[in-house]
Structure formats: structure tokens, C-alpha cells
């Protein structure tokens, strides 16, 4: 076993009343990669297809997250990964994360698997932290164990994967504007009222209680963020129209994926998915700006093994 | 179908990190109640044993949730009410809602069930108006549907049941002090940060998910209220002592159970929930503060009818 190719997946973080804690796994939106056994200790990223982002391994989310993970496994040889990106930088599906989770699964397959993948959640965190500068799970999560993903606690770190129902489908729109991870921070308030915070309690419990009974409705009806959306979805054009025609078309609900500028809705069923990745990509061909639409399937595994040699 | 006898279940609101959106209820700690019908009608309360509480209709609270009942319903006769309480007023373990639900459960069963048991809760909300000021669900949810409930959304009222495990028992301990709930609300911090805010979140989900996949663990490591109780645990004596002994002891948890003073432990099984019930005793009884100890089962079905005839 010497070398590893990886589909890593998309991921929304945050899911509307989920802010900061809830992330999902894209199917059918993610990039490749080859990790390779080298003799040479260390971590070369030997190529990146698809994207300008920089080689050197200690500039690389993907080369960061590597070097925190051999620092604690300690192998005797080295590992050289390429990278095909699919997934936009910048774009709210979790770019970053899919390359840092992908580094560290393919190393720790290479090795035998002596970390369990939830245990390789913290060493992908470090990716996160040299792309957004807080080593944040919740795009690392999803895209390691798939589904639904909880993080409970940081402190220690507690990341619990969340049943989701099988005919729940992600449609993501990108409009093609730079939003910093950075700037869509600085607008939160740092101080919330007690009673907002209650609400979004009562929405993110519900949320998680329709995922695990199966009740579309109820996840719909749970699908509202009262801390940040009203504040962050300034910045994202037509974010108000963009969220409402997806609904009307059918689905459940939506909102910012990640730190934006990508905005998701759930829908029950892959035919309403796409009507509302057709009724939102009408609305943002009128303004001009470029932009992708997805539409996926919930992924129940996260990172998929294309093939071992 | 006269006349009908309920039992009338106490239950734990807010459930820490729960804080204003979850409620449990208890099996084996409630009051009985007797709902007649009269030719006459109107509400009318005739005895209230074991609580020195008002009759008239409008000053009780099973009388104006009655009334709010059967405002609605226009039934051609009328209910009188008699209560022997069990729970003590003002203990934190929903004594009002105990009342309040009973009323309007054992109406709508005399009047051959109209409304669907879920649907009684906003009426019995109305007792909860008169008892703090408030029409707040968390109690009167539990009370009436039995086990764990969500208050997802006042706006528009939708409340959630929430499958729990069923080796979860409950510790109450109830220093009888008094302690008015607007008191107990007057403590809280208007405003709080969006940190803390996330934190709770992280660990309600944790809550939610634990009772959903019966990971007790889970549960345990998920009771933590970062709202609440860090100010209103003040006003309990001993409360840090009473909480960390029971989890020395072997609690999975625990917290304020309402606006206080009772505390409650959760645990796993019956020895442990009785074990955490001594020890929070021992701790108690050295202040020379009378108290109760009430050791319970959750209670899946909530209000219980005794008999009909």
C-alpha cells in the first residue's frame, strides 16, 4: 500500500440555526487526491490542478494538516500529495477542509489506520487554521465522517456524527464574488440577547430532532438562523431572493453555506433539489455575477477511497 | 363518562443547557386530580387538598386554563375541579403545570377527546400566565405528552417529542426555600455573547442527539448550561456542592430543574439516580434547610388517567 486516491468531499457548515456547530457532507461536489509513500521524511505537495494555491507545504492547508499528523505519528518515510480542485477557494463549501481531510485520511490509510477518523478531526483543524486562522471543525467533520455532523465541544474537542435521513438533497448556488472567511466574521455581533439565543436553541433542536426522526417538515420549519443570517447575509447578493425562491419552488428551507458567499437550501427528493437550483440560478443570471450551481445528495460517509495500490 | 381521576406528573423545565426550550417529566412524583362534570356551566374549583392555594376559578390555575379551554370548545355544561397536591408550590418541578395540564386534559377527555393532546398545550399555557407571568410551554409540554419535549417555536407554538432511553432516571432535590420565578428571571443577563451562545448550542445538540441514540455518555458530557446557571445558581444554596456530589456519585448530570430552587441529576438507572439522591441529602442536611428528595423514572406518557366513570 503506497499510494492512496481520495474524493474529498464539499461540505456546508453551519446549516442556518447550526451556526458554528452543524456541518453537512456534500456527494457529488469534491476534489481528487493522490497521496504517495515517499522515502524521503516529510510532506511535499508535488502539484495542484485546478487552482493557484501556493506548493510550499507550510503555505498549504492540505501540507499543514499533513505535518501536524506526521509530527504525532512519527513515520519512518514521507508522503507526497497532488491535488485536482473542483471545489472554488473561497466559495463556502469547505475548499479548504476538503484538502486538509483529505491529507490527513490518506496518510493515516497509508499507515494502517492507527487513528480512528473522528480522531483525525484535530489534526485537519490545523488546515482550517491557516485558512481562516481559527482551527474551526466544522467543515473538517463533515467531509471526514460524512452526514451530519454535531461539534459539541472544542474544549475537549467532541464531534458527534448526527443520522440524517436518506431523501434529504443539498442544493448550493456560488455566486463568484471574494467574500473573506474574515470580513463575513467581522460583521457578527459579539454580544446577542438572551431571547434570540433561546430561539435558535428551539431551531437547532428541532433541526437535529427532524434529522434523526426522518420529519422533513419539522426540519423545514427549524431551518432559521436568528444570530447570524440577519447580519451576514447583507453581504451576499440577493440572498433574500435567492432563499426564497427555493422555497416556494419546494424545498425545506436554507440558507449561508459556511461563511457564504454560497447560500444552500435541503430539499425531500432530488427533483425539488434541482427545481431550486433552477429557480436560484434564474435570479443570479439577472445580476450579472457568475456563478455554479450544485445539487447533491447527502454523502453518509464522507471521504471516499477511489483507489489503493 | 362523568367524571374522570388523573394523575398529574411534576416535571423539569429548562434541563441545563436547555435552558427555556426542554422539559422532562416525571413518573412517580404528581398530584390527582378529579374533573366532574355539572349541568352548570363555567369552571368551578371546589377543593384543593395538601396546598393552601385560591379556589375562584380566575385566581387558579387549573381554572383559567379550564376557562381558556373551554372558551374555545362552548361545551353545553360545565367541569368542577378537585386537586390533592402532591407537588409543593414554588419547588421548581412545575407544580402550576401540573394543575394546569391536568384541567384541560381531563375536560377534553370528557368531552370525548376534540383535541389532540399536543394541541391542549396552549391552553394549559394560560395557567402558566396566571402562575409567573409568563405563558411558557416547558413545563405544561412534558406535563401533557410525557417524556422529553422541545418547545421548538412560540411563534407560531410548535412543540416537539423527544424520544428518550429508558434507563434515564431522575434526582430532584428541593430545598424548601422560597424562590419566585420572577426573581429567578430577574438575575439573567439580558444580553449574552455569541460565543456562549454557540457553546450552549453545541451542547444542546449534544443532548438532543444522546437522548435520540441512547449514548448516555453523551448526555452526561452535554449537561452543561452556559447561560443560566453560572448566575442563577446563586440563589441556591449549595448548588455547586448539591451538582458536583451527585456526579461524584455517579449522575451523568445535572442542573437547576425550572427557575429553582429544586436541583436535578439525571443518571443511568435506578441505584445511581438513588445514590445521587443520598449524597445531595447528606450535603442538605447539614444546612438545617427542610428539604424533599425525589427520585423518578422519566415518565413516557405524561398525564395519566386513573380512572373514568
Known amino acids: 500500500m503506497n499510494e492512496i486516491q481520495l474524493f474529498c468531499p464539499a461540505t456546508i457548515a453551519n446549516v442556518?440555526?447550526?451556526?458554528?456547530?452543524?456541518?453537512?457532507?456534500?456527494?457529488?461536489?469534491?476534489?481528487t487526491m493522490t497521496v504517495t509513500k515517499t522515502p524521503e521524511k516529510g510532506i511535499r505537495i508535488t502539484e495542484i490542478i485546478g487552482a493557484d494555491l501556493p506548493l510550499e507545504?507550510?503555505?498549504?492547508?492540505?501540507?499543514?494538516?499533513?505535518?501536524?499528523?506526521?509530527e504525532a505519528l512519527d513515520p519512518d518515510f514521507g508522503f507526497s500529495i497532488s491535488i485536482t480542485k473542483n471545489i472554488k477557494a473561497g466559495s463556502g463549501i469547505g475548499s479548504s477542509a476538503a484538502s486538509a481531510a483529505g491529507a490527513v485520511f490518506g496518510i493515516n490509510h497509508?499507515?494502517?489506520?492507527?487513528?480512528?477518523?473522528?480522531?483525525?478531526?484535530?489534526?485537519?483543524?490545523?488546515?482550517?487554521?491557516?485558512?481562516?486562522?481559527?482551527?474551526?471543525?466544522?467543515?473538517?467533520?463533515?467531509?471526514?465522517?460524512?452526514?451530519?455532523?454535531?461539534?459539541?465541544?472544542?474544549?475537549?474537542?467532541?464531534?458527534?456524527?448526527?443520522?440524517?435521513?436518506t431523501e434529504l438533497y443539498a442544493t448550493v448556488i456560488h455566486p463568484q464574488i471574494e467574500l473573506k472567511t474574515k470580513d463575513a466574521r467581522s460583521v457578527l455581533k459579539e454580544n446577542i440577547s438572551l431571547k434570540k439565543a433561546t430561539i435558535q436553541c428551539g431551531n437547532l433542536g428541532g433541526l437535529i430532532s427532524g434529522l434523526y426522526t426522518g420529519d422533513y417538515d419539522l426540519i423545514g420549519r427549524s431551518l432559521h438562523d436568528e444570530l447570524v443570517e440577519p447580519v451576514r447575509s447583507i453581504l451576499i447578493p440577493k440572498f433574500d431572493e435567492l432563499k426564497a425562491a427555493a422555497i416556494a419552488a419546494g424545498a425545506l428551507g436554507g440558507g449561508i453555506s459556511g461563511s457564504g458567499p454560497s447560500v444552500f437550501a435541503l430539499s425531500k427528493g432530488l427533483t425539488t433539489a434541482k427545481r431550486a437550483g433552477q429557480v436560484m440560478a434564474a435570479i443570479m443570471k439577472d445580476t450579472g455575477i457568475p456563478f455554479e450551481v450544485h445539487v447533491s445528495a447527502i454523502n453518509p460517509e464522507g471521504i471516499k477511497i477511489i483507489h489503493v495500490q
Chains 1, 2 share one sequence.
Not at 60 to 67: K, T
Open 16 to 31: 442556518s440555526c447550526g451556526f458554528d456547530v452543524l456541518g453537512l457532507c456534500l456527494e457529488s461536489v469534491g476534489d
Open 57 to 70: 507545504t507550510e503555505k498549504n492547508v492540505a501540507g499543514v494538516a499533513a505535518l501536524a499528523l506526521i
Open 110 to 165: 497509508l499507515l494502517g489506520s492507527p487513528l480512528s477518523t473522528k480522531e483525525l478531526v484535530q489534526y485537519a483543524m490545523q488546515g482550517e487554521k491557516l485558512a481562516s486562522g481559527t482551527a474551526h471543525a466544522d467543515n473538517v467533520a463533515p467531509a471526514l465522517l460524512g452526514g451530519f455532523t454535531l461539534v459539541r465541544s472544542y474544549d475537549p474537542l467532541d464531534i458527534i456524527a448526527i443520522k440524517s435521513p
